[in-house]
């Protein structure tokens, strides 16, 4: 087997005296759509956000194509081929949507700027009707978007999601889910973190289940969605 | 009543509210005259007084209630919101001032006498430094309660440095803005991790720290007593009516009349040239990237680290380009004074360059420039009025917080047009 894309290692977490992640392993291969799945206070930010080393990990590895980057630099990791679509979008509010889309392109330089805006516009025509407006007049679903258009512009391997989903209108959260289904069967590796299990993991191949800062059950997207526990726990159980 | 006439009801309730507090502000101190150990009241003149609060109240609140009013009172308020964003086209019709101002900068000394031109020099220091602070505070969010250390180096630098090592004006010059950047890493890298409040308090310690270094250190830096600073040369050219040292002086070598305004004039030339270039380079930069990272910065960190950005590199920067515009700045004050002592770097200069830049509207480069002057000349103007100056300055800022929180003029950017090929 291929080295993994994303991997962690028996990784645990504390923020000062208490214990965020515990054992954490899983991994995400080329190519895949992976997400994890759990309650507020889970630890699924905590986790997506220690690949950027912020905060580390006290124990374990993280291997990003089978380099070990738990102590590197956020920007080391930005430039070398991971992004993130932040938990609550924060977009810059008083920046245009253009200058957001720009900002994303700071880890690897200019070089592909114009290209890449033009690519982004094409993915998501709203952004290029408001380009020029301010972030903060962008509606919620509209920020989501260009949360994500712009972590897309440092053209990454691996394109991390907190809680695409949060607090966005079900029609919007589907059009969201939509373009996250165009962008994975372009080949784009998605690591999906989500409250939202069941339009997560219908997206998804394979999933995970974190519960108190542990995975407690890992599966493809289906058979996940057929388990008894996630339906009752995340599902709204029938 | 189908159309909504002029309601005087509410007019008078804040005539009435209005009057109250003047009587409770002004009773007992203008009302209770001491008198040796006893006192008299002076009812009519607090009556008077109140009376003209009232009066005043009333006519501005008829004013704000009619429909002219209100509209004015939206104009002034304009947008809530913090940055307008300009379509790609736009051109400011404010273009055609630009080579205006600049005209009347040329021009302006040669009918300026003495003291006008000392009072544009330090209105330029203090456009520097709002520019330098502009970065640190305006674009970069990051609040620096500290910055007039930074201008202490530079000053001292030029001071120090002839004392000791016998530099000259231009050989500080670039070395008091390298000197002031280091100072600026070195006190950017412990407060890498520290924001808004925390970092006020530690970067206001700083500048007391530069400061108290420069009064104590007698045998170094003269303590309170001060350094004198050389004039500056022109090519080793002095600008005295006789130089040292047998020297020749600037006028014999050039064959014009001895004017004992040349050493400002010189001053004037160097410093506007260094304003100019200052803006140049801030203008480019807030187009690149690192620009941008520093808004970025300032509006969302939390955004900024979890998009990979360079945190390190983007503060230190900040801290690095700031203090050497006001490393700069000191030079030039130095220079300026011919002499220097810590009374000219207290906290309360740190103040004022703070107010130069939140008046003028955080990282408005235009708004900054204006203020600097306005809150430099203006005073230097209204000698006449030395008394009521800080009077008038409190009151100019109670008026900018209810009209113009954003400051004078709101940072506007231009929107992107498509460029060709951007270099990296």
Excluded at chain 1, 60 to 72: A, N, S, V
Aim: hydrophobic fraction near 50%; aromatic fraction near 10%.
């Amino acid at each position: 087997m291929s080295v993994p894309l994303l991997e962690f290692r028996a990784v645990d977490l504390h923020y000062g005296p208490i214990q965020a992640l515990r054992q954490v392993s899983l991994h995400v291969d080329e190519g895949e759509t992976v997400s994890l799945i759990g309650a507020n206070g889970a630890g699924k930010s905590s986790l997506l956000m220690s690949i950027f080393g912020q905060p580390r990990p006290s124990a374990g590895q993280i291997l990003y194509r089978g380099e070990d980057i738990t102590r590197k630099s956020a920007h080391h990791v930005a430039s070398s081929g991971v992004a993130q679509s932040p938990e609550g979008r924060r977009v810059f509010p008083d920046m245009s949507v253009e200058e957001n889309l720009l900002m994303g392109t700071i880890p690897i330089g200019m070089a592909h700027a114009d290209e890449d805006l033009g690519r982004m516009f094409e993915l998501f025509p709203r952004l290029r009707e408001r380009r020029n407006q301010r972030a903060m007049t962008l509606s919620g679903g509209e920020q989501q978007m260009l949360a994500i258009a712009r972590a897309l512009m440092s053209r990454p391997k691996l394109l991390l999601l907190d809680e695409p989903s949060l607090g966005l209108a079900p029609i919007v959260v589907r059009q969201i889910f939509q373009i996250l289904r165009e962008l994975a069967s372009g080949g784009m590796t998605l690591f999906l973190v989500e409250q939202n299990a069941n339009h997560a993991l219908r997206l998804s191949d394979r999933g995970y289940v974190m519960v108190n800062g542990q995975i407690r059950l890992s599966g493809s997207g289906e058979e996940l969605l057929g388990d008894p526990e996630v339906r009752s726990a995340y599902l709204g159980g029938h | 009543m189908a159309e909504p006439s002029l309601d005087i009801r509410q007019p008078l309730l804040d005539s009435l509210l209005a009057g109250l507090i003047a009587l409770v502000v002004f009773g007992p101190i203008v009302g209770v005259v001491l008198d040796g150990y006893s006192f008299h009241l002076e009812s009519s003149r607090v009556a008077w007084i109140v009376g003209a609060v009232m009066l005043g109240r009333f006519l501005l609140s008829l004013f704000l209630h009619s429909a002219g009013g209100r509209g004015w009172l939206q104009r002034l308020e304009g947008g809530g919101a913090g940055v307008q964003v300009l379509p790609p086209e736009h051109r400011s019709h404010l273009r055609w001032l630009l080579p205006l101002v600049l005209l009347a900068a040329v021009v302006f000394p040669f009918f300026a006498g003495k003291y006008l031109l000392t009072v544009v020099i330090l209105g330029l220091i203090y456009v520097l430094l709002g520019l330098g602070l502009n970065i640190v505070v305006g674009l970069a969010g990051l609040l620096d309660l500290g910055y007039v250390a930074f201008y202490a180096i530079g000053a001292y630098g030029l001071a120090l440095g002839y004392e000791y090592l016998g530099l000259g004006f231009w050989s500080v010059l670039p070395l008091a803005a390298l000197m002031a950047a280091l100072a600026g890493a070195l006190l950017g890298f412990p407060v890498l991790r520290m924001h808004g409040d925390y970092l006020a308090i530690v970067t206001l310690g700083f500048g007391e720290i530069i400061r108290l270094v420069l009064n104590n250190w007698l045998s170094f830096t003269g303590g309170p007593n001060g350094m004198s600073v050389p004039a500056p040369t022109f090519l080793g050219l002095e600008f005295g009516r006789r130089a040292r040292d047998g020297g020749v002086p600037f006028h014999e070598f050039f064959g014009i009349a001895y004017n004992p305004n040349l050493k400002f004039l010189f001053i004037y030339v160097v410093l506007l040239l260094t304003v100019l270039l200052v803006l140049y380079v801030k203008g480019r930069l807030v187009r690149m990237p690192i620009g941008r990272a520093w808004e970025a910065l300032r509006e969302d960190e939390i955004a900024c680290r979890a998009m990979g950005l360079n945190h390190v590199l983007v503060k230190l920067s900040a801290f690095m380009l700031g203090a050497s515009t006001a490393g700069l700045a000191g030079v030039f004050f130095a220079s300026y004074q011919g002499f220097v002592n810590p009374t000219s770097f207290t906290f309360f200069e740190s103040a004022l360059i703070l107010a130069i830049v939140v008046l003028g509207g955080m990282g408005s480069t235009l708004g900054v420039v204006l203020a600097a002057f306005m809150l430099t000349v203006a005073p230097e103007l209204l000698r006449s009025f030395a008394d009521y100056r800080v009077l008038l300055f409190g009151m100019l800022m109670v008026l900018m917080m209810i009209w113009r929180p954003r400051g004078l003029i709101r940072i506007s950017r231009r929107g992107f047009a498509r460029r060709p090929g951007v270099a990296p």
